[in-house]
């Protein structure tokens, strides 16, 4: 328990205790090769990948870059009233995260302002708008499909 510390080469899964004790090395060429992997997040989470963490940063931090009016100074976040078994918020006019709790079903609507929102994270997810089912939002975790989508306005 406690709050995770980040130390370099530890952008990919890292299955050490967080006492300086125990940092090694980066392996430089794993974690150059993860950075380049074209693999979605999606994909690597179906896979049960390691490289996963790698993947979902870098795809976060190319959105931020994409989209820096809603992750900057001032930029707006408003959580989501989202039904039991999912937290969700937005993140300026084009960004929406939803991700499941936990093991708990999710049920009841998740409403899309207007436009067409894609998953950043799995980019063959189909494109929605208006208001769906939010379990057709976010998969189970469990089956292979990823526990949260990171939505953005096309």
Do not use: C, M
Request: aromatic fraction near 6%; avoid cysteine; hydrophobic fraction near 45%.
């Amino acid at each position: 328990p406690g709050i995770p510390d980040v130390y370099q080469g530890t952008e990919a899964v890292t299955h050490l205790l967080v006492d300086p004790d125990n940092r090694v090395p980066p392996d430089w060429a794993a974690l150059a090769a993860a950075a380049i992997d074209e693999r979605t997040v999606a994909d690597a989470w179906a896979d049960a990948a390691g490289e996963t963490k790698t993947i979902l940063t870098r795809t976060l931090l190319e959105l931020r870059r994409r989209r820096s009016e809603s992750f900057g100074v001032g930029a707006a976040y408003s959580p989501l009233d989202l039904a039991a078994g999912a937290v969700g918020y937005r993140r300026g006019d084009d960004v929406i995260v939803v991700a499941r709790r936990g093991a708990a079903e999710v049920t009841g609507p998740l409403e899309f302002p207007a436009g067409n929102w894609y998953d950043v994270l799995d980019p063959v997810a189909p494109t929605l708008s208006a208001t769906v089912d939010a379990a057709s939002a976010v998969g189970s975790g469990d089956d292979g499909t990823l526990p949260i989508a990171v939505f953005e306005r096309e």
